[in-house]
């Protein structure tokens, strides 16, 4: 899923700057976040795991306050590094966003201060990797609006996943505390053709909002 509703939220749909960076929940985040602690109820999860950025911390420990589940971290889950010139920038700052440079650029380049995607795909891989080891058959996982969207296209066109899918992938939303639930199969076959690893079953589940 992803976290609640942070400060930098409000500011890009047209808030004011938070001087502290915004990445923190606000008072509605904060209800968001226990509203689908309370939806996620008799779901049998069994842990949760979040990326180290507060927005996500603060996202898990509500629901694990809730639910009375333990809280770990992956490193690798923070979301997207934008550019220097997209923080430097108040006013114009999707000018600068990834998606504006990172379509057309090659996998292993970034501007200034940025990811390549490249280096996005190899930590959301690891990160999944590591998911797929964890000793429990139903896990939380908290972090970010672009991770969802490469882990999506990682398990949609695996080694084919390049630059130019993310505008079509950017295409589908993603809410705040939206649930999405990516499953893992050592075995699976459709219609005689084997499919086996991951699946995506549902995106953006937003009936608690």
Do not use: C, K
């Amino acid at each position: 899923m992803r976290h609640g509703e942070s400060a930098a939220n409000v500011f890009d749909r047209g808030g004011a700057q938070p001087d502290d960076g915004g990445d923190r929940l606000t008072e509605h985040g904060w209800a968001q976040a226990r509203g689908v602690a309370e939806r996620l109820r008799g779901e049998a999860l069994e842990t949760i795991v979040a990326s180290p950025m507060g927005r996500a911390q603060e996202t898990a420990a509500a629901i694990g306050e809730v639910l009375g589940l333990p809280v770990g971290t992956d490193e690798d889950l923070f979301e997207v590094v934008q550019s220097d010139a997209y923080h430097a920038s108040r006013s114009t700052r999707g000018e600068h966003a990834s998606l504006t440079w990172m379509p057309d650029a090659p996998p292993d380049e970034s501007t200034p201060g940025a990811e390549s995607f490249a280096e996005i795909v190899g930590r959301v891989s690891r990160a999944r990797a590591r998911l797929e080891a964890i000793d429990a058959e139903r896990v939380l996982v908290v972090s970010h609006h672009d991770v969802l969207h490469f882990l999506l296209g990682l398990i949609m066109f695996e080694d084919d996943f390049a630059p130019g899918h993310l505008p079509g992938l950017y295409r589908l939303r993603h809410a705040n505390t939206g649930i999405s639930i990516f499953t893992y199969d050592d075995e699976r076959v459709m219609d005689g053709i084997p499919l086996p690893g991951w699946s995506l079953t549902t995106w953006n589940d937003r009936a608690h909002l």
